[in-house]
Every structure is written in structure tokens, then in C-alpha cells.
């Protein structure tokens, strides 16, 4: 399928989706309408068992939305693409990592913070500037305060300032940061890890991590255990501890 703002490759267990409208790379509309096509398209794809966001070029990972499409009729539009796009980053089946070079600010930050996991550059640098607009970001106000804590949080949506990437790294925005000529290397690294892994008990992981997130803690432990004994009883799970038993890799049924 042809893609106007976006570029879509699979190689390796991988799915990488390019922002590509540098050298910002803002997103609009469109941008996120296909990136949704895509993550619907590959959510029960055998192969895939990674999904990558990356920006175009080396000054932007994305600045955002687009400032137009938060104006007049196309601000719904927006608004219903954009609640779309992070639904569908936890409900894809596949582990996502966002991998920055550059500037993630405002929809961009948010991205991040939507993903899995995340990785950058060590010129990468992190922000919410929609307060100074006049506006706040919502998906910010939800996602933030979970993976950073809510004063560190409010801080950064309600100052508006920027944050580098060593800072982003330190409270847990992004899981590693490395020197810029080796941020390919790690890309890979992560690919490899998660290629030799069963397609299946990555997606059903994913889904028991997160319906454990927002409960109680108690009701969240059997639901979790009752969940995991479901898993064992995958021919996955019963592939990878025969595998283990017998000294050899496993061979995935699901891929």
C-alpha cells in the first residue's frame, strides 16, 4: 500500500514506521490516520513481532500535531485519530519501541511516552510545550504521571520546558540512551531480542500487563495468575519449557 506521509518496512520480526515529513516531522491528520491503518493491518501479522516508530532525518523524531488540525472541524478528527493511535499501540499484540534522534516535543513526546519502550540519541531532547499554547496534552496528562510519577509530571506539562535525553533516561521516559552513531546498533539489538521470542506469548504478556496496571492491587494479583495459567496451557508456553528441559531452542507454533 502507498503511504503519503509515512514509510512502512518489515524486515527481521520488525515492523518500522517512519514519520517521514522532515525535517519536523509534525504530524497531521493524515500522518496519523495511516500509521492506524498500519497497526490495525499487522495487528495479527505471523512475522511481526516488534513494532518501531522512527522520525525522518536527524532533527526531529516529530514536533507533533499538526498546529491546524487542533483548530476548527479537523480538531474531532484529531482528537478521535490521534485517542485511535494509543489505543491501538497497547491493543496491536506486538511490544512498540520508539527510537529518537532529535527533538520529541508536544504529540511527539507523547508517542514516546505511548510506547512500550524507548530509546535515543544522546541529542534527543523531550517536551510538552502545549501549555504555552494554551492548550494541554491530554494523552500527556494520562501517560506521564504513570511512568514518571506526578510531580516530575506536572512539572514538565505545566512549566513547558524541555528535558535532554540523559534527564528522560533518569526518571524513566526512556529506557536506554546511547551516542548517536550508536543508536542503529541498539535499534538491532532490540530487534534480536524480541525476533527469538514467541509471537504469541508476546502478545498475551502484553495484554496481561496492562489490564494489571489500573487495578487494585489484590484483584490485579489472581487476575494476573489466573491469566498466566491460561498461558501454560499455550502449545508456546508448553514448547519453550520442553525446549529448556531438553537443552535446545524452542521452535514457536505461532512464529
Not at 518500522?16 to 500522518?31: A, G, L
Not at 514536533?63 to 496491536?92: P, T, W, Y
Not at 496528562?141 to 509530571?153: F, H, Q
Not at 552513531?181 to 534480536?192: M, Q, S, V, W
Request: with cysteine.
Amino acid at each position: 500500500m502507498e503511504y503519503q506521509n509515512i514509510i512502512v518496512d518489515e524486515k527481521d520480526a520488525a515492523l518500522t514506521i517512519t514519520i517521514n515529513r522532515p525535517p519536523f516531522n509534525f504530524m497531521s491528520i493524515e500522518t496519523l490516520a495511516e500509521m492506524n491503518s498500519v497497526l490495525q493491518q499487522f495487528k495479527d501479522d505471523a512475522k511481526t513481532k516488534l513494532v518501531i516508530f522512527k522520525g525522518a532525518g536527524n532533527q526531529c523524531f516529530s514536533s507533533g500535531v499538526e498546529i491546524q488540525d487542533h483548530l476548527g472541524e479537523r480538531a474531532s478528527m484529531m482528537g478521535e485519530n490521534f485517542d485511535k493511535l494509543f489505543r491501538l499501540l497497547i491493543d496491536c499484540g506486538k511490544p512498540t519501541l520508539a527510537v529518537v534522534r532529535g527533538a520529541a516535543l508536544g504529540g511527539g513526546c507523547e508517542l514516546v511516552a505511548g510506547c512500550d519502550m524507548a530509546i535515543a540519541s544522546e541529542t534527543a531532547v523531550f517536551g510538552q510545550p502545549e501549555i504555552k499554547l494554551g492548550n494541554y496534552p491530554g494523552p500527556a496528562g494520562v501517560l506521564l504521571p504513570r511512568i514518571i510519577g506526578r510531580k516530575r509530571a506536572f512539572e514538565i506539562i505545566f512549566r513547558g520546558n524541555n528535558i535532554d535525553a540523559r534527564e528522560a533516561e533518569r526518571i524513566g521516559l526512556v529506557n536506554k540512551v546511547v551516542l548517536d552513531n550508536e543508536l542503529e546498533a541498539l535499534t538491532e539489538d532490540f530487534i534480536k531480542t524480541f525476533s527469538r521470542k514467541s509471537r504469541l506469548v508476546l502478545a498475551f504478556s502484553k495484554r496481561i500487563f496492562y489490564d494489571s496496571l489500573d487495578t487494585e492491587p489484590v484483584k490485579a494479583w489472581h487476575m494476573t495468575m489466573e491469566a498466566c495459567s491460561d498461558l501454560m496451557q499455550t502449545e508456546d508456553a508448553i514448547e519453550g519449557l520442553t525446549a529448556y528441559l531438553e537443552k535446545r531452542k524452542p521452535v514457536w507454533r505461532s512464529g
